[in-house]
């Protein structure tokens, strides 16, 4: 019979079933992921040291099916574009699995892929003249901003529902011009994004 | 013995329970909030019609402890500082139920108390000399970043960790300048609330 051509278990698919089950119940133990793998809690253990290393190998999934962030490309574009394009990537990988937003959200990062991209936008940002105590934060807020912008995504087209027009005649007024689908959601962040990048732009001259 | 005083379950009990269940679980089921509140599921349908007004009187148990973005005085103010004081109390209250959040992010908005708000956003908004094709996603962006940064809140403080120098030196540094406390995410709301809002004006003035 010799060995299996494909391992029961290896990370990559470890963290593609965690990913999975996170997005589905918006939490993961490890029991459950391993019912979800088929395997013993124990088995588990073969492979990945804990929790922490688990979420790891869904942000390294992410990654791997998104690109998220990860091109150099990216990050060789000045820096307004860059932070747009990136913003953009994330955005797409973060809308694939909402209910595991909260998860990674949360989980400190300690993985060197996501230190490199880090360190790709803290260069260019110092570089565009920003001071070293501006960098982490605006970083930061732009991925609140995006987090927040990916659960948006996959909230229904028409959020603000069944409103009374006599009692509410100008949210009426505006919701007359609010789109129904899904540019909704990607009309707020563009709105958004454009207003971050100009409000950054602003701490240059400031 | 006649009736007792305070009944077995009322509606804000309802609204208070599911609260903490979905903030304890990220998710919220009918079978675990009637197990959480002692009583048959059927009992639940004596006093609400199904999982919709479930939400509806989460987000109204997250008003009425909270006080969020419903006081007159804020609307009262000049648009920036409106929304500013809305945005704050905004995230203080998801930030008490962060596990509640992408629920409550993505479940329509029905409830007359929540209509009365955006009105009032959208006249102030209005007022200021916005478009009305800007107004709902001008408060949506505004939300996703409020939401995203009560994420932030609850996560811990030092997110980006076991940073190597020699692989990532502008990433050291800038860390080396981020504030290892609550204030980290504290400050990364306030530099992201200023630049949406001078993104916001910059559109005023386009």
Redesign the interface.
Same mark, same amino acid.
């Given at each position: 019979m010799g060995r299996p051509r494909t391992p029961l278990l290896d990370r990559r698919r470890i963290g593609a079933a965690a990913l999975r089950l996170a997005d589905e119940?918006? !939490?993961l133990t490890i029991p459950a992921l391993a019912r979800a793998l088929g395997v013993a809690p124990s088995a588990l253990y073969h492979h990945v040291s804990g929790r922490d290393e688990i979420i790891s190998l869904m942000r390294e999934e992410l990654v791997l099916t998104t690109g998220a962030g990860q091109g150099a490309h990216v990050w060789s574009q000045p820096w307004e574009q860059a932070l747009d394009s990136w913003a953009r990537s994330y955005l797409s990988a973060f809308a694939a699995h909402?209910?595991a937003?909260?998860l990674l959200?949360?989980?400190?990062?300690?993985e060197?892929f996501?230190?490199?991209m880090?360190?790709r936008a803290?260069?260019l940002l110092?570089t565009a003249g920003f001071?070293?105590?501006?960098?982490?934060?605006?970083i930061?807020?732009?991925?609140?901003?995006?987090?927040?912008?990916a659960?948006?995504l996959?909230?229904?087209p028409?959020?603000?529902?069944?409103?009374?027009r006599e009692?509410?005649?100008?949210?009426s !007024?505006?919701?007359?011009?609010?789109p129904a689908d899904r540019s909704?959601?990607t009309?707020?962040?563009?709105?958004?994004l454009?207003?971050?990048?100009?409000?950054?732009r602003?701490?240059l001259r400031g």
């Open positions: 119940n918006g !939490a909402p209910g937003v909260p959200a949360t989980a400190p990062l300690a060197p996501m230190h490199a880090y360190e803290a260069e110092l001071a070293e105590d501006q960098v982490m934060p605006l930061n807020a732009l991925e609140n901003f995006i987090l927040g912008s659960l948006d996959v909230a229904p028409v959020m603000v529902s069944a409103v009374a009692t509410a005649p100008h949210l !007024a505006v919701l007359d011009h609010t909704r959601a009309n707020a962040f563009d709105v958004g454009r207003a971050l990048l100009t409000g950054f602003d701490l």
